[in-house]
Structures are given as C-alpha cells and as structure tokens.
C-alpha cells in the first residue's frame, strides 16, 4: 500500500519561499504520476501541480503557476514543491496524493480519484 509523508512547511513571510517534500513508500514509485493539492481552512480541496510517471510532463493551476515548481527525484522515492513569491492567499494545508493516471490530477474537484493521499503539511503565510 502506498504510503506518502509531506515535510517542509512553515510560516513565512509574504514574498518568501518554501520548499515542500513528500516522501513516498509501499509501491514502485514510477508507477504513479505525484503531484499536489491544498485546502484553506474554509475552503475546498483544490489541485496545486502535479508531475508525470518520467518528471517530464508537468502541469500547475493558474493560481500558482509561474511561481510553483513541481518536481521528483525517483531514485530518492520524492516528489518536491517549490513556492516562491508566496501570498497570504497560499496559506493552507498542502497534501500530497499519488495516482496511477496522470490525468486525475487535472479532473474538477473537490473529489479527485487518488490513490494515496499523504495527510499534509500546513504553509501559512503573513501579510
């Protein structure tokens, strides 16, 4: 069964970066496209990015993009999220999920078809 563990969240100042982890075991990783999510306190959950089985292929929301970068490391069994230029707006819980089939990630929420789910990590970002 394939178990994710998120690292690398904190408190930040608006403007500032984060470097997100998520560490993945129970399966062969390849197999699965990884990628990342996050809900707000009041909010539903929503897709950040995600990366394909190979690191090639990788796709973000509109709300990130251009400031977010979403990689993996296979032989280190990671996928990563890098924030920079963060917003208040960014805070939430941030989750990272693993699924066999890339294209789940970009399906309309807040119920996404996940194979795993990691149980977060929390950015909280001041003005």
């Known amino acids: 069964q394939v178990h994710l563990v998120e690292s690398g969240g904190g408190l930040v100042q608006a403007g500032g970066s984060l470097r997100l982890s998520c560490a993945f075991s129970?399966?062969?990783?390849?197999?699965?496209?990884l990628g990342w999510f996050r809900q707000g306190v009041q909010d539903a959950r929503e897709f950040v990015a995600a990366?394909?089985?190979?690191?090639?292929?990788?796709g973000y929301s509109d709300s990130v993009r251009g400031r977010f970068t979403v990689s993996r490391d296979n032989a280190k069994n990671t996928v990563y999220l890098q924030l920079d230029d963060l917003k208040p707006e960014d805070t939430a819980t941030y989750f990272c999920?693993?699924?066999?089939?890339?294209?789940?990630?970009?399906?309309?929420?807040?119920?996404?078809?996940?194979?795993?789910w990691g149980k977060g990590t929390l950015v909280t970002v001041s003005s």
């Open positions: 999920a693993a699924s066999l089939a890339y294209y789940t990630f970009f399906t309309t929420g807040p119920h996404y078809d996940m194979q795993s």
């Open positions: 129970g399966g062969t990783v390849s197999d699965y496209a």
């Open positions: 990366v394909a089985h190979d690191g090639d292929v990788r």
